[in-house]
């Protein structure tokens, strides 16, 4: 079987406006333009799937049940739109973190590429067919480390403040400007 093709999508700041350790499913707020990305992505025929850490569990600022609750919010949005989101992968990792068991220096934490790559066997993924989409230099630097084109968001309702980002190939403004370069 041929493998698939996949746009991975980091969740904060670059489908839903970036809440410091998002912790509602009220709080959830697409950016511009995202539904119309992630449309245009399905349609062309690219798997969809959500790579996030969400150090925040273990940080105590919410427990994986909460965190479910929340996707679960954002997979409904999405469903109301006509889409479906073929899998969300999540770190909920920190090494300063203070609840156990998740208070380990983990494996699956962005920059490390495990999240990808895990979704690459689980879907049967060519990963160098496949795009890494974000707003900072963790997903960049991910995205490359799994072998993945790699696309930069920037505008003003994301974190992308920061020092140039080196590790990417496109630079864009929104979902929907990305999926035009690549569909
Ligand atoms: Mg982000
Ligand atoms: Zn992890």
């Given at each position: 079987m041929?493998r ?7 969740r ?8 410091p350790?998002l ?8 950016l511009?333009?995202?539904i119309?990305g992630?449309?245009l992505?399905k349609?062309?025929g ?7 850490n969400?150090?925040g569990?273990?940080?105590g600022?919410?427990d994986e049940?909460?965190?479910?609750l929340?996707?679960k ?5 999405l ?7 073929d899998d969300?992968y999540y770190?909920?990792?920190?090494a300063?973190?203070?609840v156990?068991?998740?208070k ?9 590429p495990?999240m990808?790559?895990?979704a ?6 060519d990963?160098?067919?496949?795009l ?8 960049m630097?991910?995205g490359?480390?799994a072998?993945?084109t ?6 003003d309702c994301?974190n992308?403040?920061?020092a ?8 864009v403004?929104?979902?929907l400007e990305?999926a035009?370069?690549?569909?």
């Amino acid at each position: 079987m041929n493998r698939k093709k996949a746009v991975f999508l980091d969740r904060d700041g670059t489908i839903v406006v970036h809440e410091p350790y998002l912790s509602s499913p009220d709080q959830l707020k697409l950016l511009p333009n995202a539904i119309e990305g992630i449309r245009l992505f399905k349609e062309s025929g690219y798997l969809v799937i959500v790579i996030t850490n969400q150090s925040g569990i273990a940080r105590g600022f919410f427990d994986e049940e909460r965190l479910t609750l929340i996707h679960k919010k954002l997979m409904s949005i999405l469903k109301d739109e006509g889409i479906e989101i073929d899998d969300i992968y999540y770190c909920p990792h920190h090494a300063e973190g203070i609840v156990e068991p998740y208070k380990v220096d983990c494996d699956c934490r962005k920059p490390k590429p495990k999240m990808l790559l895990n979704a690459a066997k689980q879907h049967n993924i060519d990963l160098t067919q496949s795009l890494m989409i974000g707003d900072s230099e963790v997903d960049m630097l991910a995205g490359k480390n799994a072998g993945c084109t790699c696309v930069l968001i920037k505008n003003d309702c994301n974190n992308t403040s920061i020092a140039p980002i080196v590790d990417t190939d496109y630079v864009v403004k929104d979902l929907l400007e990305a999926a035009k370069i690549f569909t």
